[in-house]
């Protein structure tokens, strides 16, 4: 993409808010609030926030780029709901990123990503230099990974099982985010989607779905 390309990204695949809006490889402005609940009514103000203080309007903007996760269903459906229809109102692409890709973005592979998956469980991408398919691991099943380079959020629980070289992230999430979608739109690309890793938690109706009268 041109060096001067407008990006703005955002997640709430978390307790969180964060956005980041960057020209080429330039970070104009950035926002980072965490919460455990009221993202879907902060998204849009946070994101009006970043693009005041970088002094540029919608209209401004070439890409957005959105989270997708593994994390909170909740949270990522509404970061994916709001890129996809800012998407389709502004007239430009909007580019999913996983959270793997973004804790990955500018460290040195073979790298495998760990992400608290709670329940005692991991997430789990090895990007070798390419990324592998994720994973759900038992932390037993996650200890099977020594002596790889290592980072993400639970890379300090795992690294108490077994030996692993850990790496602090270079980039604040929704700048690591913007960085990927920059590299990722030099080919045509999907329609962002969650990203879930571990089924949902909600059990099927137990009753049956209403009959639709042509």
Not at 22 to 37: K, N
Not at 72 to 86: K, M, P
Request: proline share 8%.
């Amino acid at each position: 993409m041109p060096s001067d390309t407008r990006v703005l990204a955002f997640d709430t695949s978390a307790a969180h808010c964060a956005a980041a809006l960057l020209c080429g490889d330039r970070v104009i402005a950035q926002a980072f609030e965490e919460m455990s609940r009221g993202q879907a009514e902060r998204l849009l103000p946070l994101l009006e926030d970043v693009l005041s203080l970088g002094a540029i309007g919608w209209a401004d903007l070439d890409l957005l780029a959105v989270g997708v996760g593994p994390g909170n269903f909740t949270g990522v459906r509404i970061a994916v709901s709001a890129a996809r229809g800012l998407s389709l109102g502004l007239g430009i692409p909007a580019i999913g990123v996983s959270v793997f890709e973004a804790h990955a973005e500018g460290l040195p592979r073979p790298l495998c990503v760990l992400e608290d998956a709670r329940r005692n469980e991991i997430y789990f991408q090895k990007f070798d230099p390419d990324p592998g398919p994720p994973q759900l691991l038992s932390l037993s099943e996650a200890a099977c990974l020594g002596g790889m380079n290592a980072t993400g959020s639970a890379a300090e629980t795992v690294a108490s099982v077994t030996k692993l070289t850990l790496h602090a992230q270079n980039y604040s999430l929704a700048e690591a985010i913007a960085r990927v979608s920059m590299r990722k739109a030099s080919v045509p690309q999907p329609r962002p989607a969650p990203l879930y890793v571990r089924p949902a938690d909600a059990a099927p109706s137990a009753h049956a779905a209403p009959t639709i009268l042509a």
